[in-house]
């Protein structure tokens, strides 16, 4: 006659093995759902400008359903960080760490620069900087993609700058420099002219 902890023995494994595929599900759903959020921001942060306000940037950001933590005061100068992790793939070692951070600088309650990087732990990366000084411009290093882009570039230019590979976000592969922002040579060669 079976014990009772040999015939619960079979149901505990499956309760393991349940649970452990319902947490690597839920980490993949978490990186997924960064994704998306990651292209909803990219796509806000495309068109903003600079020199719009504090308050009409958080409200365009919030249109697009993207959670900003806003900090006490913004009258004179303050800075907002958003980050869009793969927190959960990563700490389960079923990808490699990876962010899409951006940067939103204010003064005097008006957007003064702004800074978007894909990369992760590894060095490589892709970031665009758009600053009141900024001039369009590329710099590729061997781990590092750098866009530089004027305010008033609203060219193809601009376009071709933001489209990084969200899909680096939550791969289960380290994405190379170039794969980050996959139109790195395009830009290359508007800049070149």
């Given at each position: 006659m079976l014990?009772?902890?040999?015939?619960?023995?079979?149901?505990?494994?499956?309760?393991?093995?349940?649970?452990?595929?319902?947490?690597?599900?839920?980490a993949f759903a978490h990186a997924y759902r960064a994704r998306v959020e990651a292209g909803r921001y990219v796509a806000v942060i495309t068109q903003m400008r600079i020199g719009t306000t504090y308050d009409v940037a958080v409200k365009q950001l919030r249109d697009a359903d993207i959670?900003?933590?806003?900090?006490?005061?913004?009258?004179?100068?303050?800075?907002?960080d958003l980050?869009?992790?793969?927190?959960?793939?990563y700490k389960l070692h079923l990808g490699p760490p990876m962010a899409l951070v951006g940067n939103l600088g204010f003064k005097d309650e008006k957007l003064v620069y702004k800074?978007?990087?894909?990369?992760?732990?590894?060095p490589n990366s892709a970031s665009v900087r758009e600053s009141t000084s900024t001039v369009s411009a590329v710099r590729v290093h061997q781990y590092k993609i750098a866009v530089d882009l004027s305010p008033s570039d609203f060219t193809e230019y601009r376009?071709?700058?933001?489209?990084f590979n969200l899909k680096c976000l939550g791969s289960i592969r380290q994405c190379s420099t170039?794969?980050?922002?996959?139109?790195?040579n395009e830009l290359e060669r508007i800049t070149s002219k």
């Amino acid at each position: 006659m079976l014990t009772n902890c040999q015939r619960r023995w079979p149901l505990t494994v499956l309760c393991v093995v349940l649970a452990t595929l319902l947490v690597i599900a839920l980490a993949f759903a978490h990186a997924y759902r960064a994704r998306v959020e990651a292209g909803r921001y990219v796509a806000v942060i495309t068109q903003m400008r600079i020199g719009t306000t504090y308050d009409v940037a958080v409200k365009q950001l919030r249109d697009a359903d993207i959670s900003v933590h806003l900090p006490g005061e913004c009258h004179h100068e303050c800075l907002l960080d958003l980050e869009f992790v793969n927190k959960w793939q990563y700490k389960l070692h079923l990808g490699p760490p990876m962010a899409l951070v951006g940067n939103l600088g204010f003064k005097d309650e008006k957007l003064v620069y702004k800074t978007t990087g894909l990369g992760g732990s590894n060095p490589n990366s892709a970031s665009v900087r758009e600053s009141t000084s900024t001039v369009s411009a590329v710099r590729v290093h061997q781990y590092k993609i750098a866009v530089d882009l004027s305010p008033s570039d609203f060219t193809e230019y601009r376009r071709l700058a933001y489209s990084f590979n969200l899909k680096c976000l939550g791969s289960i592969r380290q994405c190379s420099t170039d794969e980050f922002l996959p139109t790195v040579n395009e830009l290359e060669r508007i800049t070149s002219k």
